[in-house]
């Protein structure tokens, strides 16, 4: 079937339609900025730096955790059983840079747990909550320490005193004096700090610790005093007033069983040098 040819009147509107086309100038598309560089963890949709960030040390976590439960804290360095109390303490951050400058500033994980709030405050990222649990944690281990003694005869659980007294003392920052009470079957009656004194002194008063030990019918004591300094070993003074407190108390049936002088690294026992 033929087409009709088009109808005359329709041929300019068409030449004017190309026209008007053709004249219009060219547009360049707009090109846009280059993109920022984008991590790893942003190629994957919906997953943000902080997602992959907060992901890695919660993988890390729980890493630690299966190793402490499986092998126990022979397989943890020092700062990993920090950080293993830290977990509890600072839940959404990565706390094994925490961990590590508390040991770096502290020495040891006794050290951490010994030091003052004050100091454990200067650390980066330790507030004064997690100082004061950090502390909690050592009254804990001191308390635990100390009942290992309770009811026993404490001459024959030697290396149990020693235990408790470093925990408790060798890592103070001034000079503490400790008396420990017992009765006359040698258990531990009570545990005193009786004086506190500076950095490398500590008053003590020979009556006074007759007089107590006579208030809680104790028949025996044990010295104990630390060395901030973290050298142990006795000085003429020590000497000097160790002798001084047994001569006051033997006449009064009170036996000084013997002075430990506490320092970081080790003790000294004046018994065992033979100095009483």
């Excluded at 846009?32 to 730096?49: F, H, Q, R, W």
């Excluded at 706390?95 to 010994?114: E, Q, Y």
């Excluded at 950095?199 to 028949?219: F, G, K, N, Q």
Aim: glycine share 6%.
């Amino acid at each position: 079937m033929t087409k009709n040819p088009p109808l005359l009147d329709d041929l300019p509107e068409q030449e004017d339609e190309r026209g008007f086309f053709a004249d219009q100038p060219t547009r360049r598309p707009r090109l846009k900025p280059p993109a920022e560089p984008i991590s790893l963890a942003d190629e994957k949709p919906g997953v943000s730096a902080k997602t992959s960030d907060e992901a890695h040390y919660h993988g890390h976590r729980d890493r630690l955790r299966a190793r402490y439960r499986d092998h126990g804290d022979t397989a943890l360095a020092d700062y990993e059983l920090l950080e293993l109390v830290l977990f509890r303490l600072i839940p959404r951050r990565d706390t094994k840079p925490i961990a590590k400058a508390l040991i770096d500033r502290f020495g040891t994980l006794g050290g951490v747990l010994g030091a003052p709030i004050g100091l454990l405050t200067e650390v980066k990222g330790v507030g004064e909550a997690v100082a004061l649990d950090l502390k909690l944690t050592a009254t804990v281990a001191h308390r635990m320490l100390k009942s290992e003694l309770k009811g026993k005869t404490v001459l024959s659980s030697w290396s149990s005193v020693i235990d408790y007294c470093h925990a408790a003392m060798a890592h103070e920052t001034r000079e503490q004096f400790r008396i420990l009470f017992l009765d006359k079957r040698n258990a531990l009656i009570a545990d005193e700090v009786q004086q506190t004194g500076t950095v490398d002194h500590t008053p003590v008063y020979p009556r006074e610790v007759v007089r107590r030990a006579l208030e809680l019918s104790a028949t025996a004591l044990i010295l104990v005093h630390n060395h901030p300094s973290g050298d142990p070993t006795p000085s003429r003074a020590d000497i000097d007033m160790t002798k001084t407190i047994v001569d006051t108390a033997k006449p009064l049936g009170v036996t000084v069983h013997d002075h430990i002088i506490i320092g970081r690294d080790g003790h000294a026992s004046l018994k065992g040098l033979r100095l009483i």
